[in-house]
């Protein structure tokens, strides 16, 4: 493959994935009850259950990966579960997830399940809030 075709596949390429993000935005935008969002991550999925999303800065090899329940659905589904590169593992079986990851004081903290760099041997409370309650 020569220059010339690699740099028209990489223009083609980023074309399409331009057009799929501003198509994926507008269809973000006009639904009526968006529940969840991704803010400004760079990859936001929206679904009839809630979002997935993800934002990375490979330079600071920082970054998040979440998905957030719609708060209407049922039992853990209207939770998050979450890995971010500040706190570790988080979810709950309800709210929503923080993308400050701690750095808002307003916001609701994320509930931290793992952290690589306190790792807990305790299980899970019954009495906490975030776990589930069934199914």
């Known amino acids: 493959m ?5 740099k028209r596949f990489l223009c ?9 993000v501003v198509g994926a ?5 006009s639904t009526p009850n968006p529940g969840p969002t991704c803010g400004s991550d760079q990859v936001a999925v929206p679904t009839p259950l809630g979002v997935a ?12 990966v979440y998905a957030d ?6 039992g853990a589904g209207a939770g ?4 971010n590169s500040t706190q570790g593992v988080v979810g709950c079986s309800q709210g ?19 952290d ?16 589930p309650s069934g199914p």
């Open 2 to 6: 020569g220059v010339t075709t690699l």
């Open 69 to 74: 329940g719609e708060s209407t659905n049922p």
């Open 116 to 131: 690589p760099s306190n790792p807990s041997v305790a299980p899970p409370d019954p009495s906490d809030p975030c776990t």
């Open 25 to 29: 935005g507008a269809a973000q935008a």
């Open 96 to 114: 929503n997830y923080d993308r400050s990851e701690g750095a808002d004081p307003n916001a609701t903290p994320n509930h931290v399940l793992l």
């Open 12 to 20: 083609i390429g980023a074309l399409a994935f331009g057009v799929a």
């Open 80 to 83: 998050y579960i979450g890995v």
């Open 53 to 64: 999303c993800a934002n990375g800065d490979p330079g600071t090899q920082s970054g998040h």
